[in-house]
Protein backbone atom coordinates (compact mmCIF):
# COMPACT_ATOMS: atom_id res chain seq x y z
CA UNK A 1 0.00 0.00 0.00
CA UNK A 2 1.12 3.60 -0.85
CA UNK A 3 0.11 6.24 1.29
CA UNK A 4 0.99 10.31 0.63
CA UNK A 5 0.53 12.76 2.95
CA UNK A 6 0.48 16.42 2.22
CA UNK A 7 2.37 18.06 5.64
CA UNK A 8 3.16 21.65 6.89
CA UNK A 9 5.08 21.19 10.13
CA UNK A 10 4.33 19.88 13.54
CA UNK A 11 0.40 18.37 13.27
CA UNK A 12 2.00 17.24 9.78
CA UNK A 13 4.80 15.24 11.42
CA UNK A 14 2.60 13.79 14.15
CA UNK A 15 0.44 12.64 11.65
CA UNK A 16 3.25 11.13 9.55
CA UNK A 17 4.57 9.53 12.52
CA UNK A 18 1.38 7.85 13.44
CA UNK A 19 0.70 6.68 10.27
CA UNK A 20 4.58 5.27 9.74
CA UNK A 21 3.81 3.23 13.23
CA UNK A 22 0.60 1.94 12.38
CA UNK A 23 1.18 1.17 8.49
CA UNK A 24 4.94 0.29 8.48
CA UNK A 25 4.76 -2.26 5.42
CA UNK A 26 3.31 0.43 3.79
CA UNK A 27 5.31 2.66 1.28
CA UNK A 28 4.86 6.64 2.72
CA UNK A 29 5.75 9.55 0.49
CA UNK A 30 5.58 12.80 2.52
CA UNK A 31 5.09 16.01 0.26
CA UNK A 32 6.42 19.16 2.47
CA UNK A 33 5.13 23.20 2.04
CA UNK A 34 8.59 24.63 0.90
CA UNK A 35 6.30 27.97 1.36
CA UNK A 36 8.24 29.24 5.00
CA UNK A 37 11.81 28.29 3.80
CA UNK A 38 13.90 31.34 3.89
CA UNK A 39 17.81 32.42 4.29
CA UNK A 40 18.25 33.44 7.87
CA UNK A 41 22.13 34.82 8.75
CA UNK A 42 23.07 33.21 5.62
CA UNK A 43 21.37 29.59 6.44
CA UNK A 44 19.07 27.89 4.28
CA UNK A 45 16.10 27.32 6.49
CA UNK A 46 13.26 24.84 5.42
CA UNK A 47 11.38 24.52 9.14
CA UNK A 48 8.65 22.20 7.70
CA UNK A 49 11.12 19.56 6.25
CA UNK A 50 13.30 19.92 9.78
CA UNK A 51 10.38 19.24 11.58
CA UNK A 52 9.30 16.53 9.79
CA UNK A 53 12.91 15.18 9.54
CA UNK A 54 13.03 15.48 13.82
CA UNK A 55 9.84 14.14 14.44
CA UNK A 56 9.82 11.01 12.48
CA UNK A 57 13.73 10.36 13.78
CA UNK A 58 12.34 10.80 17.74
CA UNK A 59 14.56 13.68 17.96
CA UNK A 60 12.59 16.69 18.62
CA UNK A 61 12.05 18.18 21.36
CA UNK A 62 7.98 17.56 22.18
CA UNK A 63 8.03 19.59 25.25
CA UNK A 64 9.11 23.10 23.14
CA UNK A 65 7.13 21.75 20.55
CA UNK A 66 9.53 22.62 17.80
CA UNK A 67 13.29 22.19 17.26
CA UNK A 68 15.61 18.99 18.92
CA UNK A 69 15.91 17.38 21.86
CA UNK A 70 18.60 18.48 23.99
CA UNK A 71 18.94 21.79 22.29
CA UNK A 72 21.93 24.23 23.16
CA UNK A 73 21.70 27.46 22.22
CA UNK A 74 25.17 29.26 22.39
CA UNK A 75 25.76 30.67 18.93
CA UNK A 76 21.96 32.35 19.68
CA UNK A 77 23.47 33.84 22.72
CA UNK A 78 26.35 34.91 21.56
CA UNK A 79 24.79 36.63 18.32
CA UNK A 80 22.59 38.39 20.77
CA UNK A 81 25.86 39.91 22.71
CA UNK A 82 26.54 41.72 18.82
CA UNK A 83 22.53 42.28 18.01
CA UNK A 84 22.51 43.61 22.14
CA UNK A 85 24.92 46.39 21.45
CA UNK A 86 24.23 47.77 17.87
CA UNK A 87 20.42 47.55 18.55
CA UNK A 88 20.08 45.53 15.69
CA UNK A 89 17.37 42.83 17.41
CA UNK A 90 15.78 42.38 13.87
CA UNK A 91 19.04 40.37 13.23
CA UNK A 92 18.38 38.04 16.06
CA UNK A 93 14.90 37.51 16.63
CA UNK A 94 14.72 34.00 15.40
CA UNK A 95 15.84 31.27 17.29
CA UNK A 96 18.38 28.34 16.02
CA UNK A 97 19.68 25.17 18.12
CA UNK A 98 23.21 24.45 17.96
CA UNK A 99 22.23 20.88 16.87
CA UNK A 100 19.95 22.47 14.51
CA UNK A 101 22.45 24.38 12.91
CA UNK A 102 24.31 21.66 12.00
CA UNK A 103 21.31 20.65 9.39
CA UNK A 104 21.28 24.14 8.40
CA UNK A 105 25.08 24.68 7.26
CA UNK A 106 24.82 21.18 5.14
CA UNK A 107 21.94 22.01 3.79
CA UNK A 108 23.34 25.36 2.67
CA UNK A 109 26.64 24.16 1.68
CA UNK A 110 25.02 21.72 -0.89
CA UNK A 111 22.47 23.87 -2.25
CA UNK A 112 25.44 26.34 -2.68
CA UNK A 113 27.09 23.81 -4.78
CA UNK A 114 23.81 23.55 -6.91
CA UNK A 115 22.06 20.49 -5.69
CA UNK A 116 18.57 20.38 -5.37
CA UNK A 117 16.53 20.35 -2.56
CA UNK A 118 14.97 17.25 -3.26
CA UNK A 119 18.33 15.77 -3.24
CA UNK A 120 19.66 17.57 -0.23
CA UNK A 121 16.53 16.34 1.80
CA UNK A 122 16.64 12.86 0.44
CA UNK A 123 21.02 12.59 1.61
CA UNK A 124 19.38 14.36 5.52
CA UNK A 125 16.24 11.68 5.83
CA UNK A 126 18.74 8.74 4.94
CA UNK A 127 21.30 10.16 7.56
CA UNK A 128 18.21 10.20 10.11
CA UNK A 129 17.42 6.79 8.60
CA UNK A 130 13.95 7.45 8.22
CA UNK A 131 12.15 4.91 6.47
CA UNK A 132 9.86 6.51 3.57
CA UNK A 133 10.41 9.55 0.85
CA UNK A 134 10.17 13.06 2.07
CA UNK A 135 9.38 15.43 -0.86
CA UNK A 136 9.66 19.25 -1.07
CA UNK A 137 6.97 19.97 -2.70
CA UNK A 138 9.02 22.12 -5.19
CA UNK A 139 13.01 22.63 -5.78
CA UNK A 140 11.87 26.17 -6.57
CA UNK A 141 11.99 28.96 -4.35
CA UNK A 142 8.14 29.41 -3.36
CA UNK A 143 7.85 31.84 -0.24
CA UNK A 144 4.09 32.73 1.42
CA UNK A 145 3.58 36.60 2.20
CA UNK A 146 1.02 37.78 4.41
CA UNK A 147 -0.46 41.22 3.85
CA UNK A 148 -0.46 43.08 7.22
CA UNK A 149 -1.57 46.29 8.47
CA UNK A 150 2.25 46.17 9.74
CA UNK A 151 3.14 45.27 5.94
CA UNK A 152 4.29 42.31 3.91
CA UNK A 153 5.32 39.96 6.43
CA UNK A 154 7.10 36.05 6.11
CA UNK A 155 4.97 33.37 8.07
CA UNK A 156 8.40 33.48 10.37
CA UNK A 157 8.48 37.27 11.15
CA UNK A 158 4.29 37.38 11.70
CA UNK A 159 4.52 34.27 14.02
CA UNK A 160 7.47 34.42 15.79
CA UNK A 161 8.66 38.12 15.65
CA UNK A 162 5.32 40.12 15.52
CA UNK A 163 3.72 37.52 18.04
CA UNK A 164 1.25 37.01 15.43
CA UNK A 165 -0.41 40.09 17.34
CA UNK A 166 -1.15 41.59 13.72
CA UNK A 167 -3.92 41.30 11.26
CA UNK A 168 -3.59 39.45 8.05
CA UNK A 169 -6.01 40.66 5.22
CA UNK A 170 -4.43 38.04 2.31
CA UNK A 171 -1.85 35.20 1.50
CA UNK A 172 -0.29 34.75 -1.42
CA UNK A 173 2.42 32.69 -2.30
CA UNK A 174 5.49 34.21 -4.60
CA UNK A 175 7.05 32.14 -7.12
CA UNK A 176 4.41 29.84 -7.63
CA UNK A 177 3.72 30.52 -10.88
CA UNK A 178 7.08 29.31 -12.12
CA UNK A 179 7.37 26.64 -9.80
CA UNK A 180 7.98 23.01 -10.66
CA UNK A 181 6.87 20.54 -8.71
CA UNK A 182 9.93 18.46 -7.58
CA UNK A 183 10.53 15.03 -9.28
CA UNK A 184 8.38 12.42 -7.62
CA UNK A 185 5.24 14.58 -6.39
CA UNK A 186 3.02 14.10 -8.91
CA UNK A 187 3.83 10.39 -9.38
CA UNK A 188 3.25 9.82 -5.76
CA UNK A 189 -0.70 11.86 -5.64
CA UNK A 190 -1.42 9.46 -8.58
CA UNK A 191 -0.34 6.37 -7.57
CA UNK A 192 -0.96 6.15 -3.94
CA UNK A 193 -3.36 3.74 -2.58
CA UNK A 194 -4.45 6.97 -0.15
CA UNK A 195 -3.66 10.62 -0.19
CA UNK A 196 -3.58 12.27 3.48
CA UNK A 197 -3.48 16.09 3.64
CA UNK A 198 -2.41 16.18 7.55
CA UNK A 199 -3.81 18.65 9.89
CA UNK A 200 -1.51 21.37 9.02
CA UNK A 201 -2.55 25.18 8.66
CA UNK A 202 -5.24 25.21 5.62
CA UNK A 203 -3.63 28.87 4.65
CA UNK A 204 -0.46 28.82 5.33
CA UNK A 205 0.74 24.98 5.09
CA UNK A 206 -1.42 23.21 2.81
CA UNK A 207 -2.83 25.91 0.58
CA UNK A 208 0.87 27.07 -0.45
CA UNK A 209 1.66 23.63 -1.65
CA UNK A 210 -1.38 23.20 -3.30
CA UNK A 211 -0.65 26.78 -4.83
CA UNK A 212 2.52 24.90 -7.48
CA UNK A 213 1.05 24.08 -10.33
CA UNK A 214 -0.26 20.82 -11.03
CA UNK A 215 -0.80 19.99 -7.65
CA UNK A 216 -4.27 20.80 -6.91
CA UNK A 217 -5.63 19.50 -9.98
CA UNK A 218 -3.47 15.98 -9.22
CA UNK A 219 -4.87 16.02 -5.75
CA UNK A 220 -8.42 17.04 -7.04
CA UNK A 221 -8.19 14.15 -9.81
CA UNK A 222 -8.09 11.42 -7.12
CA UNK A 223 -10.65 12.87 -4.55
CA UNK A 224 -12.14 9.72 -3.51
CA UNK A 225 -8.80 8.15 -2.19
CA UNK A 226 -8.09 11.75 -0.69
CA UNK A 227 -9.00 12.60 3.42
CA UNK A 228 -8.08 15.53 5.12
CA UNK A 229 -7.94 15.72 8.91
CA UNK A 230 -9.33 19.19 10.51
CA UNK A 231 -6.74 21.24 12.08
CA UNK A 232 -9.61 23.09 13.76
CA UNK A 233 -11.34 21.62 16.82
CA UNK A 234 -14.08 22.93 18.84
CA UNK A 235 -13.71 26.38 16.61
CA UNK A 236 -9.64 26.13 17.71
CA UNK A 237 -6.16 25.16 16.45
CA UNK A 238 -4.66 23.11 18.95
CA UNK A 239 -1.40 25.32 18.55
CA UNK A 240 -0.47 28.06 15.67
CA UNK A 241 -2.91 30.69 14.57
CA UNK A 242 -4.53 28.92 12.07
CA UNK A 243 -8.08 29.57 13.69
CA UNK A 244 -7.44 32.83 13.30
CA UNK A 245 -6.07 33.36 9.98
CA UNK A 246 -9.09 31.08 8.84
CA UNK A 247 -11.12 33.68 10.22
CA UNK A 248 -9.21 37.09 9.14
CA UNK A 249 -9.82 35.65 5.65
CA UNK A 250 -13.27 34.99 6.09
CA UNK A 251 -13.60 31.39 6.47
CA UNK A 252 -15.81 29.79 9.15
CA UNK A 253 -13.39 29.12 12.00
CA UNK A 254 -14.46 25.46 12.36
CA UNK A 255 -14.35 21.94 10.91
CA UNK A 256 -17.05 23.16 8.46
CA UNK A 257 -14.53 26.32 7.40
CA UNK A 258 -11.78 23.68 6.89
CA UNK A 259 -14.31 21.23 4.59
CA UNK A 260 -15.29 24.25 2.14
CA UNK A 261 -11.38 24.91 1.91
CA UNK A 262 -11.36 21.09 1.04
CA UNK A 263 -14.28 20.12 -0.72
CA UNK A 264 -13.03 20.00 -4.24
CA UNK A 265 -9.88 17.84 -3.17
CA UNK A 266 -10.92 15.80 -0.25
CA UNK A 267 -13.38 13.11 -0.23
CA UNK A 268 -13.41 12.46 3.29
CA UNK A 269 -12.64 15.14 6.08
CA UNK A 270 -11.95 13.48 9.69
CA UNK A 271 -12.69 15.66 12.63
CA UNK A 272 -12.53 15.52 16.33
CA UNK A 273 -15.23 13.72 17.85
CA UNK A 274 -16.03 17.08 20.00
CA UNK A 275 -17.30 18.35 16.65
CA UNK A 276 -19.55 15.33 15.55
CA UNK A 277 -22.29 17.73 15.64
CA UNK A 278 -21.51 19.81 12.49
CA UNK A 279 -21.12 15.83 10.74
CA UNK A 280 -23.85 17.12 8.77
CA UNK A 281 -22.48 20.65 7.68
CA UNK A 282 -19.23 18.94 6.21
CA UNK A 283 -21.78 16.47 4.00
CA UNK A 284 -23.78 18.90 3.21
CA UNK A 285 -20.64 20.72 1.27
CA UNK A 286 -20.07 17.22 -0.40
CA UNK A 287 -17.53 15.64 1.69
CA UNK A 288 -17.86 12.23 3.42
CA UNK A 289 -17.37 12.68 7.23
CA UNK A 290 -16.09 10.89 9.72
CA UNK A 291 -15.56 11.99 13.82
CA UNK A 292 -12.67 10.34 15.86
CA UNK A 293 -10.31 11.48 18.48
CA UNK A 294 -7.94 13.47 16.75
CA UNK A 295 -5.59 15.28 19.59
CA UNK A 296 -2.50 13.21 19.36
CA UNK A 297 -1.33 14.51 22.48
CA UNK A 298 -3.98 11.85 24.49
CA UNK A 299 -2.97 8.47 24.70
CA UNK A 300 -4.08 5.51 22.10
CA UNK A 301 -5.48 8.41 19.91
CA UNK A 302 -2.03 8.21 17.12
CA UNK A 303 -2.99 4.82 16.49
CA UNK A 304 -6.59 4.86 16.49
CA UNK A 305 -6.75 8.46 14.34
CA UNK A 306 -4.27 7.05 11.51
CA UNK A 307 -6.03 3.69 11.50
CA UNK A 308 -9.35 5.82 10.96
CA UNK A 309 -7.98 8.12 8.39
CA UNK A 310 -6.75 5.13 5.97
CA UNK A 311 -10.01 3.36 6.63
CA UNK A 312 -11.83 6.18 5.76
CA UNK A 313 -10.48 6.04 2.11
CA UNK A 314 -10.25 2.00 1.35
CA UNK B 1 51.06 58.50 20.63
CA UNK B 2 49.57 56.13 17.98
CA UNK B 3 50.42 53.13 17.71
CA UNK B 4 49.75 51.14 14.26
CA UNK B 5 50.13 47.37 13.81
CA UNK B 6 49.87 45.23 10.73
CA UNK B 7 48.46 41.77 12.00
CA UNK B 8 47.26 38.18 10.60
CA UNK B 9 45.84 35.95 13.17
CA UNK B 10 47.40 34.16 16.12
CA UNK B 11 50.85 35.48 16.58
CA UNK B 12 49.57 38.94 15.61
CA UNK B 13 46.56 38.95 18.09
CA UNK B 14 49.47 38.50 20.59
CA UNK B 15 51.66 41.21 19.79
CA UNK B 16 48.90 43.60 20.25
CA UNK B 17 47.86 42.36 23.37
CA UNK B 18 51.40 43.20 24.56
CA UNK B 19 51.43 46.25 22.85
CA UNK B 20 47.92 47.60 24.79
CA UNK B 21 49.13 45.79 28.02
CA UNK B 22 52.19 48.24 27.75
CA UNK B 23 51.06 51.03 25.86
CA UNK B 24 47.36 51.52 27.70
CA UNK B 25 47.48 55.25 26.85
CA UNK B 26 48.17 54.92 23.08
CA UNK B 27 46.20 55.35 20.22
CA UNK B 28 46.15 51.89 18.74
CA UNK B 29 44.78 50.47 15.25
CA UNK B 30 45.33 46.74 14.32
CA UNK B 31 45.60 46.81 10.12
CA UNK B 32 44.03 43.05 9.75
CA UNK B 33 44.56 41.00 6.65
CA UNK B 34 41.24 39.16 5.68
CA UNK B 35 42.80 37.44 2.28
CA UNK B 36 42.24 33.83 4.44
CA UNK B 37 38.20 35.33 4.86
CA UNK B 38 36.07 32.73 3.12
CA UNK B 39 32.13 32.30 2.39
CA UNK B 40 31.92 28.63 4.80
CA UNK B 41 28.50 26.72 4.96
CA UNK B 42 26.64 30.19 4.05
CA UNK B 43 28.50 32.04 6.62
CA UNK B 44 31.00 34.77 5.89
CA UNK B 45 34.23 33.63 8.27
CA UNK B 46 37.09 36.29 8.84
CA UNK B 47 39.54 34.06 10.87
CA UNK B 48 42.51 36.51 11.91
CA UNK B 49 39.54 39.50 12.60
CA UNK B 50 38.29 36.91 14.56
CA UNK B 51 41.39 35.75 16.34
CA UNK B 52 42.63 39.22 16.79
CA UNK B 53 38.82 40.16 18.84
CA UNK B 54 38.64 37.47 20.53
CA UNK B 55 42.32 37.56 21.94
CA UNK B 56 42.05 41.25 22.86
CA UNK B 57 38.73 40.44 24.65
CA UNK B 58 40.48 37.55 26.46
CA UNK B 59 37.66 35.56 25.37
CA UNK B 60 40.23 32.89 23.18
CA UNK B 61 41.26 29.40 24.45
CA UNK B 62 44.96 29.90 24.65
CA UNK B 63 44.88 26.19 25.34
CA UNK B 64 44.05 24.82 21.84
CA UNK B 65 45.26 28.27 20.10
CA UNK B 66 42.21 29.15 18.26
CA UNK B 67 38.63 29.93 18.86
CA UNK B 68 36.66 30.69 21.92
CA UNK B 69 36.88 29.67 25.74
CA UNK B 70 34.70 27.79 26.85
CA UNK B 71 33.61 26.43 23.13
CA UNK B 72 31.05 23.79 22.63
CA UNK B 73 30.32 21.87 18.92
CA UNK B 74 27.33 20.73 18.65
CA UNK B 75 27.00 22.58 14.97
CA UNK B 76 30.00 20.64 13.67
CA UNK B 77 28.91 16.99 15.63
CA UNK B 78 25.45 17.52 13.72
CA UNK B 79 26.72 18.66 10.72
CA UNK B 80 29.15 15.53 10.43
CA UNK B 81 25.88 13.00 11.18
CA UNK B 82 24.89 14.44 7.76
CA UNK B 83 28.18 14.00 5.72
CA UNK B 84 29.45 10.65 7.44
CA UNK B 85 26.47 9.46 6.00
CA UNK B 86 26.84 11.16 2.10
CA UNK B 87 30.34 10.83 2.31
CA UNK B 88 30.95 14.81 1.69
CA UNK B 89 33.31 14.93 3.97
CA UNK B 90 34.68 18.25 2.32
CA UNK B 91 31.46 19.40 3.85
CA UNK B 92 32.95 19.48 7.31
CA UNK B 93 36.52 19.55 7.39
CA UNK B 94 36.62 22.99 9.33
CA UNK B 95 35.91 23.29 12.77
CA UNK B 96 33.11 26.08 13.73
CA UNK B 97 32.23 26.36 17.58
CA UNK B 98 28.53 27.09 18.50
CA UNK B 99 29.86 30.21 20.35
CA UNK B 100 31.89 31.28 17.38
CA UNK B 101 28.70 30.93 15.17
CA UNK B 102 27.53 33.83 16.74
CA UNK B 103 29.55 36.17 15.60
CA UNK B 104 29.65 34.41 11.67
CA UNK B 105 25.79 35.05 11.84
CA UNK B 106 25.67 38.55 12.31
CA UNK B 107 29.04 38.86 10.05
CA UNK B 108 26.89 37.58 7.16
CA UNK B 109 23.68 39.04 8.51
CA UNK B 110 25.06 42.66 8.36
CA UNK B 111 27.41 41.93 5.00
CA UNK B 112 24.17 40.72 3.30
CA UNK B 113 22.70 44.19 3.94
CA UNK B 114 25.16 45.72 2.25
CA UNK B 115 27.38 47.13 5.18
CA UNK B 116 31.01 47.12 4.51
CA UNK B 117 33.73 44.66 6.61
CA UNK B 118 35.33 47.30 8.36
CA UNK B 119 31.34 48.89 9.79
CA UNK B 120 30.42 45.44 10.86
CA UNK B 121 33.82 44.83 12.82
CA UNK B 122 33.41 48.17 14.44
CA UNK B 123 30.09 47.42 15.46
CA UNK B 124 31.66 43.58 17.04
CA UNK B 125 34.69 45.50 18.62
CA UNK B 126 32.27 47.33 20.44
CA UNK B 127 30.45 44.90 21.82
CA UNK B 128 33.45 42.76 22.84
CA UNK B 129 34.50 46.77 24.23
CA UNK B 130 38.09 47.12 23.26
CA UNK B 131 40.14 49.63 23.37
CA UNK B 132 41.35 49.74 19.77
CA UNK B 133 40.58 50.55 16.16
CA UNK B 134 40.15 47.03 14.51
CA UNK B 135 40.13 47.59 10.61
CA UNK B 136 40.25 44.86 7.93
CA UNK B 137 42.70 45.57 5.58
CA UNK B 138 39.98 46.33 2.89
CA UNK B 139 36.43 46.13 2.69
CA UNK B 140 36.62 44.50 -1.30
CA UNK B 141 37.43 41.02 -1.31
CA UNK B 142 40.51 39.12 -1.94
CA UNK B 143 41.80 35.91 -1.28
CA UNK B 144 45.12 34.07 -0.56
CA UNK B 145 45.70 30.94 -3.24
CA UNK B 146 48.30 28.35 -2.51
CA UNK B 147 49.48 26.97 -6.00
CA UNK B 148 50.36 23.24 -5.05
CA UNK B 149 50.20 19.88 -6.74
CA UNK B 150 46.90 18.97 -5.32
CA UNK B 151 45.77 22.11 -7.32
CA UNK B 152 45.22 25.76 -6.20
CA UNK B 153 44.20 25.47 -2.35
CA UNK B 154 42.76 28.68 0.09
CA UNK B 155 45.00 29.17 2.96
CA UNK B 156 42.65 26.91 5.37
CA UNK B 157 42.12 24.04 3.03
CA UNK B 158 46.39 23.78 3.08
CA UNK B 159 46.39 24.55 6.70
CA UNK B 160 43.46 22.22 8.05
CA UNK B 161 42.21 20.04 5.13
CA UNK B 162 45.36 18.98 3.74
CA UNK B 163 47.39 19.38 6.73
CA UNK B 164 50.01 21.03 5.05
CA UNK B 165 50.83 17.95 3.28
CA UNK B 166 51.22 19.20 0.18
CA UNK B 167 54.07 21.37 -1.47
CA UNK B 168 53.34 25.60 -2.40
CA UNK B 169 54.95 26.00 -5.32
CA UNK B 170 53.39 29.57 -5.85
CA UNK B 171 51.24 32.51 -3.94
CA UNK B 172 48.76 34.78 -5.11
CA UNK B 173 46.33 37.27 -4.03
CA UNK B 174 43.39 36.99 -5.83
CA UNK B 175 40.98 40.75 -6.35
CA UNK B 176 43.95 42.82 -4.75
CA UNK B 177 44.45 44.26 -8.16
CA UNK B 178 40.90 45.89 -7.73
CA UNK B 179 40.78 45.94 -3.75
CA UNK B 180 40.94 49.65 -1.79
CA UNK B 181 42.24 50.02 1.50
CA UNK B 182 39.30 50.12 3.91
CA UNK B 183 38.60 53.78 4.83
CA UNK B 184 41.34 54.76 7.84
CA UNK B 185 44.15 51.87 6.69
CA UNK B 186 46.42 54.69 4.69
CA UNK B 187 45.54 57.68 7.44
CA UNK B 188 46.95 54.70 10.10
CA UNK B 189 49.97 53.67 8.52
CA UNK B 190 50.72 57.55 7.52
CA UNK B 191 50.01 58.99 11.07
CA UNK B 192 51.45 56.64 13.37
CA UNK B 193 54.39 57.14 15.83
CA UNK B 194 55.78 53.37 15.26
CA UNK B 195 54.58 51.49 12.40
CA UNK B 196 54.62 47.52 13.61
CA UNK B 197 54.50 44.42 11.52
CA UNK B 198 53.43 41.74 13.64
CA UNK B 199 55.12 38.08 13.75
CA UNK B 200 52.57 36.53 11.41
CA UNK B 201 52.97 34.86 8.36
CA UNK B 202 55.27 37.11 6.12
CA UNK B 203 54.14 35.05 3.10
CA UNK B 204 49.95 34.05 3.62
CA UNK B 205 48.96 37.10 6.24
CA UNK B 206 51.73 39.82 5.91
CA UNK B 207 52.46 39.46 2.16
CA UNK B 208 48.27 39.53 0.83
CA UNK B 209 47.60 42.77 3.45
CA UNK B 210 50.96 44.84 1.71
CA UNK B 211 49.08 43.25 -1.69
CA UNK B 212 46.08 46.17 -1.78
CA UNK B 213 47.78 48.71 -3.51
CA UNK B 214 48.79 51.59 -2.04
CA UNK B 215 49.36 50.05 1.56
CA UNK B 216 52.92 48.57 0.49
CA UNK B 217 53.80 51.45 -0.67
CA UNK B 218 52.54 53.70 2.22
CA UNK B 219 54.50 51.75 4.69
CA UNK B 220 57.56 51.87 2.86
CA UNK B 221 57.25 55.62 3.11
CA UNK B 222 57.31 55.51 7.01
CA UNK B 223 60.08 52.96 7.09
CA UNK B 224 62.23 54.51 9.52
CA UNK B 225 59.24 54.21 12.23
CA UNK B 226 58.20 50.86 10.52
CA UNK B 227 59.14 47.64 13.05
CA UNK B 228 59.05 44.23 12.35
CA UNK B 229 59.34 41.13 14.49
CA UNK B 230 60.14 37.99 13.22
CA UNK B 231 58.10 34.97 13.34
CA UNK B 232 60.86 32.64 12.54
CA UNK B 233 62.84 31.74 15.72
CA UNK B 234 65.99 29.68 15.40
CA UNK B 235 64.81 28.82 11.82
CA UNK B 236 61.72 27.57 12.94
CA UNK B 237 58.24 29.22 13.66
CA UNK B 238 56.68 28.58 16.71
CA UNK B 239 53.69 27.35 14.60
CA UNK B 240 52.07 27.08 11.70
CA UNK B 241 53.83 26.77 8.55
CA UNK B 242 55.39 30.11 7.75
CA UNK B 243 58.74 27.94 7.88
CA UNK B 244 57.87 25.48 5.09
CA UNK B 245 56.56 28.23 3.38
CA UNK B 246 59.39 30.61 3.28
CA UNK B 247 61.60 27.62 1.82
CA UNK B 248 59.48 26.27 -0.80
CA UNK B 249 59.12 29.76 -2.01
CA UNK B 250 62.86 30.39 -1.85
CA UNK B 251 63.71 32.03 1.05
CA UNK B 252 65.94 31.08 4.00
CA UNK B 253 64.31 29.95 7.01
CA UNK B 254 65.75 32.32 9.20
CA UNK B 255 65.19 35.58 10.67
CA UNK B 256 67.26 36.79 7.78
CA UNK B 257 65.27 35.06 5.15
CA UNK B 258 61.75 37.61 6.96
CA UNK B 259 64.61 40.09 7.08
CA UNK B 260 65.11 40.08 3.40
CA UNK B 261 61.28 39.86 2.62
CA UNK B 262 60.66 43.07 4.70
CA UNK B 263 64.03 44.82 3.44
CA UNK B 264 62.18 47.79 1.29
CA UNK B 265 59.49 48.57 4.44
CA UNK B 266 60.96 48.04 8.01
CA UNK B 267 63.39 50.14 9.43
CA UNK B 268 63.91 47.62 11.92
CA UNK B 269 63.51 44.08 12.84
CA UNK B 270 63.28 42.45 15.74
CA UNK B 271 64.92 39.01 16.35
CA UNK B 272 64.64 36.56 19.31
CA UNK B 273 67.81 36.12 21.43
CA UNK B 274 68.57 33.23 20.17
CA UNK B 275 69.38 34.17 16.72
CA UNK B 276 71.60 37.00 18.25
CA UNK B 277 74.56 35.03 15.59
CA UNK B 278 72.32 36.85 12.36
CA UNK B 279 72.18 40.63 13.95
CA UNK B 280 75.19 40.95 11.26
CA UNK B 281 73.50 39.56 8.45
CA UNK B 282 70.49 41.71 8.60
CA UNK B 283 72.29 44.65 9.32
CA UNK B 284 73.64 43.43 5.83
CA UNK B 285 70.68 44.06 4.23
CA UNK B 286 70.27 47.72 5.40
CA UNK B 287 67.70 47.04 8.73
CA UNK B 288 68.94 47.66 12.40
CA UNK B 289 68.58 44.68 14.53
CA UNK B 290 67.50 43.90 18.01
CA UNK B 291 67.84 40.97 19.75
CA UNK B 292 65.43 40.46 22.24
CA UNK B 293 63.42 37.45 24.10
CA UNK B 294 60.24 37.14 21.37
CA UNK B 295 58.52 33.79 22.48
CA UNK B 296 55.40 35.66 24.06
CA UNK B 297 54.25 32.13 25.97
CA UNK B 298 57.41 32.68 28.53
CA UNK B 299 56.65 34.77 31.15
CA UNK B 300 57.45 38.45 31.30
CA UNK B 301 58.33 38.17 27.38
CA UNK B 302 55.37 39.67 26.04
CA UNK B 303 55.93 43.24 28.30
CA UNK B 304 59.75 43.46 27.25
CA UNK B 305 58.93 42.60 23.62
CA UNK B 306 56.64 45.39 23.24
CA UNK B 307 58.55 48.07 24.82
CA UNK B 308 61.39 47.03 22.91
CA UNK B 309 59.70 46.72 19.76
CA UNK B 310 58.54 50.61 20.54
CA UNK B 311 61.63 52.02 22.12
CA UNK B 312 63.31 50.97 18.61
CA UNK B 313 61.46 52.77 16.35
CA UNK B 314 61.38 55.90 18.54
Request: hydrophobic share 45%; net charge negative.
Amino acid sequence: MRITTLCGGVGAARMLRALLTEFPDAEHVAIVNTADDDVIGGLSISPDIDTVMYTLAGANDDERGWGLAGESWQAMEWLRRYTNSSGRHDLSWFNLGDRDLGTHLYRTSRLAEGAPLSEVTAEMVAAWGLPLLLLPVTDDPIATVLRTDRGDLAFQEYFVREQHAVEVTGVRVEGADSADPAPGVLNAIETADVVVVAPSNPIVSIGPLLAVPGIRSAVAARRSAVVAVSPIIGGKALKGPADRLLSELGHETSAVGVASIYADLAGTLVIDEIDTPLIHQVEALGLRCVATPTIMSQPGVSASLARAVIEAAL
